[in-house]
Structures are given as structure tokens and as C-alpha cells.
């Protein structure tokens, strides 16, 4: 089993969308874990309004994810308020995940990069560092990796905590699946020269695999692994 532990929809695709659905072409069981309704941060002048785009947004995580070949079933939502994961009693947080993550058992976790200029997405990473924490008596994931979110990983300006990849990922025969799981988004695919456009997506990904001789590829940071 592996799992996406996301603080948006959207950012799953954007951050590994490709290496889901290659480990998902491989036979893989592969599981996403929502952190935050990811719209309820924008003002609306009415709930229906507000309750109406969550609903939309949760359908289009659904078909994302289908696309790359999560099955429903292992598609969860903790929807907690988007751009407010600060507020959240970090031991409730950890908690939640901890139980998810007790429930799948997974032996490869994804999520945030804790240098992101995203609060949620730090506050993820911190909350998935400890919900993965290696102890004797209790289940623990034997590897962890951070990806990268268009838009975000790479506005951390100055910060010490920089995105600085180790482990790289082709996804030359997948980038098209990524892409056309990001398109059904219907909120969050923007027109190019925005980096979450097909374009801009298309050139992360063929910049990622020069870095490695490679067309396409996703890069992450490896936080941990430990072989038995």
C-alpha cells in the first residue's frame, strides 16, 4: 500500500500525480489522504454557495484520483478549513492520520515539503513526521518522501529548508495521465504562463528529468528508509 497524504485537493496530483499512477500501472494499492476541504478558505456570501463547491471540488478529487488509478474506497477527506490547519490542535491532527495510517498500513508515504511557502503544507509535513514516527510497539511507514507543488515548494524563497531532491521518478509514460488528472480540477488548472497549467506542468516535469537524463519525472526529497 501506498499513501498520498495531501493538505489539498489538487496538490496530490501536482506533487506526485505521475508516480501514483505508475505504481498504480504496477499493481500497487495506493491510497489519498485529504487534509482540508481545500476552497472554504475564499469568502462566500452564503453556506449553499460554500457547501456547493466543496461537493464539486470533493467529485473532481474523486475522477482525479480515479484517473490515476485510486479506487474510491481509498480516497479519504479529514475536511478541516482550508488555509487554517494552524488553528487545529496538532495532537487531534496527528491523531487522525495516525488512524489512517493504522487502517491502510502502507510502506511508502508521500506528502508536503516542510520548506513549502504553503502553511498547510508545512503544517502537514510536521503533523505526517510524527504520525510516521518509527517505534518498536507500533506500526510505522519504512519509507517517507516529500514531493513539490507548483505554485508553492518553489515561492519559499530564502528559506533554509529548500527543496533539494534526491530520488527521481520517470514518468515519461504517465505525464499525460497526470496532466489530464490535473485538467478535471475544474477550480485549480489555470492558463499558462501559470506553473499550474498543462504547460507549466509539462515543463517541471521535463526540467525534473534533464536533471537526471531522463524526458519526464517527478522529484522528491527521501526523508526516511529503512531496510529489513
Partial sequence: MILVIAAHPDDEILGCGGTMAKLSSQGHQVATLFLTSGITSRKYKSSKKKVNDVKKLHEDALKANSIIGVKKKNIFFLNYTDQKLDTV?????????????????PEK??????????KDHRICYEAVLHSTRVSYDEFFPKELFCFEVASSTERSFGTINTFVPNFYVDI???????????ETYRTEIKPPPHPRSREGIKAQ????????????????????????
Avoid: C, M
Fill in 89 to 105: 490542535q496538532f495532537y487531534e491532527l496527528v491523531s487522525k492520520i495516525k488512524k489512517i495510517i493504522n487502517k491502510l498500513k
Fill in 109 to 118: 508515504v508521500f506528502t508536503h515539503h516542510p520548506g513549502d511557502y504553503n
Fill in 172 to 182: 515519461e509514460d504517465q505525464i499525460e495521465k497526470k496532466i489530464l488528472a490535473l
Fill in 205 to 228: 516535469s521535463n526540467w525534473r528529468g534533464f536533471e537526471v537524463s531522463l524526458k519526464y519525472a517527478e522529484a522528491f526529497f527521501l526523508v526516511r528508509k529503512i531496510e529489513l
